[in-house]
């Protein structure tokens, strides 16, 4: 089953000529350089990186056999170590002298192990006494010791990414002494000791280069340590023994990978994954170290995934050089626990459409999960959306503040594939499985209610369109009163469009109209449209009220009340509104005429035709109205 | 006099005078001179009552300090001194006081102090001794008094039986186990000094307003005259008309007035018909009594007929009483609203009438009729309804958003887990938060569940945990869950897993569908699920097992979230008015002047002319379809307004003396903005 396979080569590898007997390879670490150096470089250096722009290739003078070759960071300077006792230097910037020079180590008796580049013209130099921290001066040609400290030095292990250097000292080599490079200084940090399963007698180096190995994981330094299965100790299989490297601060034991076999294995970190090659049953297996074990001790982690080997590929003879890919679309159907499976996705890089695939099969496929199933994954993603607004949100508030006060200067938050937002959520997963058919409209609406339930918990304000696709099915379906239920309690938060979507509902669920009503009124800035809206209706008078009852009839235009008015055909109501208006203009300007602008349809000639009918019942009502209201004052 | 009928007035008097000087009391002496210690153990009882003016049972020091003025008005007050010594003598616990300690926590007098009823007017204590009295009778039975918590909140719990038995009998006083007129008599009506004001308030608090407004007069509620279904068709011919009658209640009525009776309905109906053929008569007003019709189905009538509410004057110089009749006091909406509603919770439980025609005939129908009615027209308070029971309504309960999405996603949940159920509604506290049923068939079962089914099975709740009254379900402490239909102990295996049924409308007609009720805490659950499906033992303990937890966590985190919110609005103010609001839309209703609303009574705490008002202006609102306010001065100091904005009502009900028109239009106005400020209402 080719799709298990969660692991696999890339598809451009570095490729170099394969070593030989006049052909020697060299990796770089820091550079992901391959060196391919042809008798010595005589007949030329090959240098060949991740992508063809680091590519470079050139000749130098066969000096003697070539130990290590590494470029400084930027392919500025290229230092070539030939003997045991010094390290030679090539510029390479333009317009610098070309000439090679030298820099033997100062400790005497020192055999140099090998170099590191910690900066474009910063160099160390560790030896089997201790290390040599230099500045390279390429216009000068020569080197300044910056720092040097006497240690005895078994191996040394390198972190580019976080500039450490890693010493194995005393005789069985397991106290590491690690060493932080930063602009110019060397600092040492506290040393630490690997626990041997077994101590051996006499003592002799037991703790080898091979088992141990530094990393970047989320962003912390780890040194791992390959612990194998020993019959004395009770360990019934090997394990990986993760050490917490902080900058400042003791190191400490911090994790422990159960590898559950025996025999020879080699690691990997790719995307912050510890990938586990066991060589004799030719699989691999993948650690997250930040995914909790929940039935097992603090910070002892099973494999993430049952191990599968690498997707297989045909390697052809030559030299290449590989990048290791996790592929995640094998893991969905790997990993059972949909929960477990959301937060191993949401920590790798391109996880966005795996995730988004993975909604969709809970929701839609065969494999259909439960609701607590899909509020768990709900929650899951908008936990990450949360945290990544917040920040924002911080962010936004700091710049806001001005530089000043933000002492340390805030980097703007990275939105990563895993912030998986309301409108990704619609687009690929939502809105397609409103359209299914073959889906209940109870699971599509019990899923929409989820999914604002769990927005709503990390208080995430909910777009409304996500409102309107709940709207439509349950519309689709005739569920009004459910609807109503839901605008009752404000589930459905209100906006505008949402009051616009419920007025246009009202031919088929007339009360609709009340609830877009409440809605506008809610709003407090949709009074024009109220007004609107009871015109549309005919309540003139209502609207006429409302708008007085919001202050805002002074501003109003008495057209489009007149018109209404007129339109009923109510001759009394005209005369109502007019009355209201001419009142209102007399208090605005002191006359009770209308602006110049308005059409003299409003002229007294229409009025006192539609007095002179309506006089009768005017003076009845008005009679009525007043002994009413003189009985209602009278004690 | 308060000790006339147990002490002699001289001995009284001889016996004050020799105290006169301070200090000079002793008990013992004074006792002597009384003439108290020869009395016979009733009388030192009734003595004591005396004595103990707040009724607590206890005789306290303040009480005692005004001790002699039991035996006289003008007597003066002990000194502090006398008082102790004889405190002491009486005071065999030493708690401070005379008396036996009850073992119970419960103490009304300290209760009434706390919630601030002891300082109340005497009009405020009538009005609660009216709440108190459910059934109107104008004494407080002691069945009553065990539910007297329940008056001030619903949900608290009911006193335990010698609880009650102490509360009554401190305001008993002529032990005929209830509370009432007669006690008054004993009482001493004169009001003396503060501390006597304080006193006076249980007293008065036993104090019959009835009795208060004259003992004369005689007033009759409206009742149930009688209540019969015909069908005209069933019995055509003469000397056929018996089969008409499908029902008739009172059954013992004879069968010739059966028959003249429902004859004369089919005439009027057919009568007025002939003036509207659309719309016959629906009701009948006459001096004693009126009838509403109503014809729920084709040819099928359903006639009830209500007694008008009468005052009995009784005779003067020994004539018979004269009986006055108040035809105007009843409302034709509100009766018309209760026949319309009996048929509605028949048709619930028992689909409609063609429906059962076709299942069995007359003779199934006519058995039916009999079943239901029977039992149903018994629940019937004809003198409690009101304008409530015009709008049908159901009360909502407020929530918060993420509560209510809470309880969205719990009933999602189960009813993906337990797919047989169908319909889910959710309630909390008599109130309506989700109803998966359509408006009209929930309007009918909330109306089943509030009055019928919750206040029936009220008090195991209320109970302690450890009473005896709640059953003991064995090893079932994870949660509260319980049914309230069907098994009442899953555990018990003879246990029948039986569950009411009900019917619903559905798209093509009429599904039937069995009702469960699961209830924990104050949440409750209606499960309704196809009734061809036989319901197990399995599938009970499925659900108690998925459903108890999850409701039991529900309903804690409903009430912790409702106290937050009401916390978080504030002390509420004690309002200067009433209101009922209801909105046609969603059927939401809402009430202030209705305190709670059980199988057997409605309390209200405003008067019921004031309800016939706002029942009136009901009905004139119902005339048109424009929007409207109406406000009326009543009698008394209230004003009454009503206010109809598209399809919402409100009437709210101000006591404000010599306030004038706009400034009750300003109350109102100002009521609105708070109370209604998110909803579009116009003022």
Not at chain 1, 248 to 272: M, P, Q, R, W, Y
Request: charge should be neutral.
């Amino acid at each position: 089953m080719s799709e298990e396979h969660y692991l696999e080569l890339c598809e451009n590898p570095v490729q170099f000529e394969h070593a030989s007997s006049v052909n020697n390879v060299f990796f770089d670490e820091a550079n992901k350089q391959v060196f391919a150096v042809r008798s010595g470089g005589a007949t030329g250096v090959v240098v060949k990186g991740p992508d063809d722009k680091s590519s470079v290739a050139f000749r130098m003078d066969d000096k003697g056999e070539v130990k290590c070759i590494k470029f400084s960071i930027g392919n500025k300077i290229l230092a070539v170590q030939r003997t045991s006792k010094s390290v030679d230097f090539i510029n390479f910037i333009p317009d610098y002298p070309h000439t090679e020079f030298t820099q033997e180590c100062k400790t005497k008796n020192a055999n140099v192990l090998g170099f590191c580049w910690i900066n474009w013209n910063e160099i160390v130099f560790i030896t089997d006494q201790g290390i040599e921290f230099y500045q390279v001066f390429p216009d000068r040609r020569s080197l300044k010791l910056l720092k040097s400290q006497n240690i005895n030095v078994n191996w040394y292990q390198y972190c580019p990414e976080t500039a450490v250097i890693l010493l194995s000292t005393t005789v069985q080599g397991n106290v590491l002494q690690p060493f932080a490079f930063k602009s110019g200084t060397m600092s040492k940090m506290s040393k630490f000791e690997i626990e041997l399963p077994v101590v051996p007698k006499p003592a002799k180096l037991s703790l080898s280069e091979r088992d141990i190995a530094m990393a970047t994981i989320y962003g912390q330094l780890y040194v791992m340590y390959l612990k194998h299965h020993s019959r004395t100790a009770n360990s019934p299989s090997a394990e990986v023994v993760l050490y917490h490297l902080p900058r400042e601060g003791a190191c400490k034991k911090s994790h422990v990978l159960k590898l559950n076999t025996t025999g020879k294995f080699a690691l990997n970190i790719v995307d912050n994954l510890v990938v586990v090659h066991h060589q004799s049953s030719q699989t691999s297996l993948i650690f997250d170290i930040n995914l909790k074990e929940p039935d097992s001790a603090v910070n002892t982690h099973q494999p993430v995934l049952p191990a599968r080997s690498i997707h297989p590929y045909r390697i052809p003879l030559s030299g290449y050089l590989w990048y290791l890919q996790v592929k995640l679309p094998p893991t969905v159907n790997l990993l059972q626990d949909k929960g477990k499976l959301m937060d191993f996705l949401l920590r790798r890089r391109d996880c966005k459409m795996v995730i988004l695939s993975v909604c969709s099969q809970i929701l839609e496929g065969g494999e259909k999960g439960s609701l607590p199933i899909v509020a768990t994954v709900f929650d899951k993603l908008n936990q990450v959306y949360k945290d990544y607004l917040e920040a924002e949100q911080s962010y936004t508030v700091a710049m806001e503040s001005g530089p000043s006060r933000g002492s340390a200067a805030q980097k703007r938050p990275v939105r990563t594939q895993a912030v998986i937002d309301q409108s990704d959520m619609y687009t690929h997963v939502l809105s397609s499985f409103t359209e299914k058919k073959d889906i209940s409209h109870k699971f599509i609406i019990a899923v929409l209610m989820e999914y604002i339930r769990s927005l709503n918990q990390f208080q995430i304000t909910v777009q409304h369109y996500l409102y309107e696709l709940v709207i439509k099915t349950l519309v689709q379906h005739n569920l009004f009163y459910m609807l109503h239920q839901f605008l009752q309690y404000h589930v459905l938060s209100d906006s505008k469009p949402l009051a616009c979507l419920l007025l246009s509902l009202e031919s088929t669920y007339p009360p609709a109209h009340q609830l877009s009503l409440d809605m506008l009124k809610r709003l407090s800035t949709a009074n024009d449209e109220i007004v609107e809206v009871l015109l549309s209706k005919q309540q003139v008078l209502g609207a006429l009220r409302f708008i007085r009852s919001v202050g805002g009839h002074d501003n109003v235009s008495a057209r489009k009340f007149l018109d209404a008015a007129r339109q009923t055909g109510d001759q009394m109501l005209f005369y109502t509104v007019f009355r209201s208006f001419q009142q209102r203009n007399q208090r605005l300007r002191g006359s009770p005429s209308f602006n110049p602008g308005m059409k003299p349809y409003c002229c007294s000639q229409m009025f006192t035709s539609a007095l002179s009918r309506a006089s009768t019942t005017l003076s009845h009502n008005f009679i009525v109205w007043l002994i009413s209201f003189i009985l209602y004052l009278s004690p | 006099m308060a000790f006339a009928g147990i002490l002699n007035e001289a001995d009284i008097t001889a016996a004050l005078a020799a105290c006169q000087a301070a200090d000079s009391f002793k008990h013992k002496d004074f006792f002597a001179k009384v003439g108290l210690t020869a009395k016979s153990p009733d009388d030192i009882k009734k003595a004591f009552a005396v004595i103990d003016q707040d009724k607590s049972g206890f005789i306290e020091e303040d009480e005692l300090k005004l001790f002699l003025q039991n035996f006289s008005a003008s007597a003066r007050a002990l000194t502090d001194g006398e008082t102790k010594v004889f405190l002491k003598a009486g005071d065999s616990d030493g708690d401070g006081k005379i008396g036996v300690d009850a073992p119970e926590s419960f103490c009304y007098k300290k209760f009434f102090q706390l919630c601030g009823l002891s300082s109340k007017t005497p009009k405020e204590i009538k009005d609660v001794f009216q709440i108190l009295d459910e059934d109107n009778s104008g004494y407080i039975e002691e069945s009553e008094l065990k539910y007297f918590l329940q008056r001030f909140v619903p949900g608290a719990r009911t006193l335990t039986e010698a609880e009650t038995k102490t509360f009554i009998s401190a305001a008993d006083d002529d032990s005929d186990g209830r509370i009432g007129a007669e006690g008054t008599r004993h009482g001493n009506p004169t009001v003396l000094g503060a501390k006597e004001v304080q006193t006076q308030v249980t007293l008065m608090l036993m104090i019959s307003p009835r009795m208060a407004s004259g003992m004369q007069e005689k007033q009759y509620t409206p009742t149930l005259l009688s209540f019969f279904i015909y069908n005209p068709t069933f019995g055509p011919r003469e000397g056929e008309e018996e089969k008409k009658i499908l029902f008739y209640h009172p059954s013992d009525v004879e069968k010739n007035e059966k028959i003249r009776n429902v004859g004369l309905c089919e005439a009027i109906v057919q009568f007025t018909r002939t003036f509207c053929p659309t719309q016959p008569a629906k009701s009948l007003h006459t001096q004693k009594n009126r009838q509403f019709f109503f014809e729920p189905e084709d040819n099928f009538w359903i006639v009830m007929v209500v007694r008008n509410p009468m005052i009995e004057k009784p005779g003067k110089d020994g004539k018979p009483p004269t009986i006055e009749y108040q035809e105007e006091e009843i409302l034709d909406t509100v009766y018309g609203a209760v026949v319309r509603q009996c048929y509605s919770m028949y048709k619930l439980f028992n689909g409609t009438f063609g429906r059962t025609m076709e299942a069995g005939g007359v003779e199934l129908l006519t058995q039916k009729f009999e079943k239901f009615f029977c039992r149903y027209l018994q629940t019937l308070h004809l003198q409690f309804c009101d304008l409530l029971d015009v709008f049908g309504g159901i009360s909502f309960f407020p929530l918060d958003k993420m509560t209510y999405l809470k309880i969205q996603s719990f009933v999602n949940r189960v009813e993906e887990s337990l797919s047989l159920i169908k319909y889910t509604a959710f309630l909390y506290n008599d109130q309506l938060i989700w109803s998966g049923l359509e408006q009209d068939d929930m309007r009918i079962l909330y109306k089943y569940l509030t009055t019928s089914l919750f206040p029936r099975h009220s008090e195991p709740e209320l109970a302690g945990r450890d009473s005896p009254m709640r059953p003991e379900v064995a090893g079932n402490l994870l949660h509260y869950g319980r049914f309230l239909t069907g098994p009442t102990n899953l555990k018990d295996p003879e246990a029948k897993f039986r569950f009411p049924k009900i019917f619903v409308s559905a798209e093509d007609g009429y599904e039937e569908l069995h009702l469960i009720v699961y209830k924990a805490m104050s949440a409750a659950a209606c499960f309704m699920i196809n009734a061809s499906v036989e319901l197990t033992r399995d599938f009970c303990e499925q659900l108690d097992a998925l459903v108890g937890p999850q409701l039991t966590l529900l309903a804690s985190d409903i009430c912790e979230q409702f106290t937050i919110n009401r916390r978080t609005s504030g002390p509420e103010k004690e309002p200067q008015f009433k209101f009922i609001y209801f909105n046609h839309m969603n059927l939401a209703e809402k009430s202030t002047i209705h305190m709670r609303k059980t199988a057997s009574v409605c309390l209200t705490s405003v008067h019921p002319d004031l309800m016939k008002i706002l029942g009136d202006i009901n009905c004139d609102f119902a005339r048109v379809d424009e929007d409207e306010e109406i406000i009326v001065k009543a009698m008394t100091d209230y004003w009454v307004v009503g206010k109809k904005s598209d399809q919402r009502e409100l009437y709210v009900i101000l006591n404000q003396k010599n306030a004038n028109l706009i400034e009750v239009n300003e109350e109102v106005k100002r009521l609105c903005a708070t109370q209604f400020n998110n909803i579009f209402f116009l003022d």
